[in-house]
Structure formats: structure tokens, C-alpha cells
T-cell receptor
Framework: AQSVTQLDSQVPVFEEAPVELRCNYS??????LFWYVQYPNQGLQLLLK??????LVKGINGFEAEFNKSQTSFHLRKPSVHISDTAEYFC????????????FGQGTRLTINP | KAGVTQTPRYLIKTRGQQVTLSCSPI?????VSWYQQTPGQGLQFLFE???????NKGNFPGRFSGRQFSNSRSEMNVSTLELGDSALYLC?????????????FGPGTRLTVT
């Protein structure tokens, strides 16, 4: 069975500051990793995904994440945040047998202060 | 291209009743997945349908069921509603539901059970 732990439930940062949202996973098989964003009263939108290959993955809206197999982590980063990045962010994992069966972390609420 | 649509957007039901939620995937998408989102349990996978067949199932009681039609539209049904079924139900569609296929989420149906 897989599990995902998002280490911070809330992260407040100032506008234009860098941010890192942390995600650790647990799995006995090879996994695929995802970051989703959810704006208020909306569904989820895919930011980026890691399937294989380069461990540094670039996504939309200036976000990137690095897959670290030895530390079983997939942290999300952005060098300079904007007010519009205020949202909830979810890390998720799936595997080959259930590619669409995403296991999500509990989410991290990112609040950008002016 | 129209996104994933879910109807209704809001629903209020009484304990013991049953409810049916509908999801129309993006045109051409054949895989539809359902998720339950609650403050306490977070995002949890319910089931996935592909070509009218349930391909994956999460750990939910038999009161939760679903189906998919030949046009890929999907419905989920919850019978004998309990207070704990109050949640945001999200539907997601993808092209074939394979590895790397991005899941596109709808805005969700917010179900309140009183």
C-alpha cells in the first residue's frame, strides 16, 4: 500500500519570496508522483508529474519539483510566489497497477501575504 | 474544448435517502474516476471506470456504487446516506487511464447530508 505525507498543513509566505512544499511518500513498488493545486470552490489542476527520467520536473505557473528516491521525497518549489498562488496544494502517488488510482496527501494550504 | 462537468453542483439530502451524482468527461476521454474529499479524511479514491467497466476500486462500503455509459458519462450512487457521507465528490477524466495520462478534474458536487 502507498501513503503520502505532506509535512506542513499550512505555509505562509510573503509575496515574491521562495517557497518549498514538502512531500514524502511510502511505497513498496515504483511510483508515479504528482502535484495538484486546488483553488477555492474548484476542482484540482495538475501542476506537474514525475513518471520517469530526469528527477527535476518543471510544471505550470513556474513550479518545479525534485524526485529523490533515496529520501522518498517529491518537494515542490517556486522561486518567487505571487498572490495568485494562494491555494491548497496536494501531493499524490500512483503505481503501474492503478495508474488512475491516486493516493493523496492531506494537503498544504499556501497563503501569500503582501 | 469543454471541461469535465458535474451535476448537480450542490445537493442536500436526509439520512437514509439515496443520491445519484453525474459526471460528463471531456469529449474523447474514456476513463472516469471518482474521489471523495472531506476535511477529516482528505481526498480518497472511490473507483475508476473505463469502457463501461469498473477497473479499480477504493476502500468504500458497498453503499457506494457507480457505472459508466457507452458515451463515457458516469454516475455514482450512494444509498442509505449517513451524515459522514457529507463531502465534495470530484470526478476526473483521462484519455485512456494509462500511465502518464493526465486526470482532468471537474468542479465537484458538494453533498450535504442532514
Amino acid at each position: 500500500a502507498q501513503s503520502v505525507t505532506q509535512l506542513d498543513s499550512q505555509v505562509p509566505v510573503f509575496e515574491e519570496a521562495p517557497v518549498e512544499l514538502r512531500c514524502n511518500y511510502s511505497s513498496s513498488v515504483s511510483v508515479y508522483l504528482f502535484w495538484y493545486v486546488q483553488y477555492p470552490n474548484q476542482g484540482l489542476q495538475l501542476l506537474l508529474k514525475y513518471l520517469s527520467g530526469s528527477t527535476l520536473v518543471k510544471g505550470i505557473n513556474g513550479f518545479e519539483a525534485e524526485f529523490n528516491k533515496s529520501q522518498t521525497s517529491f518537494h515542490l518549489r517556486k522561486p518567487s510566489v505571487h498572490i495568485s498562488d494562494t491555494a491548497e496544494y496536494f501531493c499524490a502517488v500512483s503505481d503501474f497497477q492503478g495508474a488512475q488510482k491516486l493516493v493523496f496527501g492531506q494537503g498544504t494550504r499556501l497563503t501569500i501575504n503582501p | 474544448k469543454a471541461g469535465v462537468t458535474q451535476t448537480p453542483r450542490y445537493l442536500i439530502k436526509t439520512r437514509g435517502q439515496q443520491v445519484t451524482l453525474s459526471c460528463s468527461p471531456i469529449s474523447g476521454h474514456r476513463s472516469v474516476s471518482w474521489y471523495q474529499q472531506t476535511p477529516g479524511q482528505g481526498l480518497q479514491f472511490l473507483f475508476e471506470y473505463f469502457s463501461e467497466t469498473q477497473r479499480n476500486k477504493g476502500n468504500f462500503p458497498g453503499r457506494f456504487s457507480g457505472r459508466q455509459f457507452s458515451n463515457s458519462r458516469s454516475e455514482m450512487n450512494v444509498s442509505t446516506l449517513e451524515l459522514g457521507d457529507s463531502a465534495l465528490y470530484l470526478c476526473a477524466s483521462s484519455l485512456l487511464g494509462g500511465v502518464g495520462d493526465e486526470q482532468y478534474f471537474g468542479p465537484g458536487t458538494r453533498l450535504t447530508v442532514t
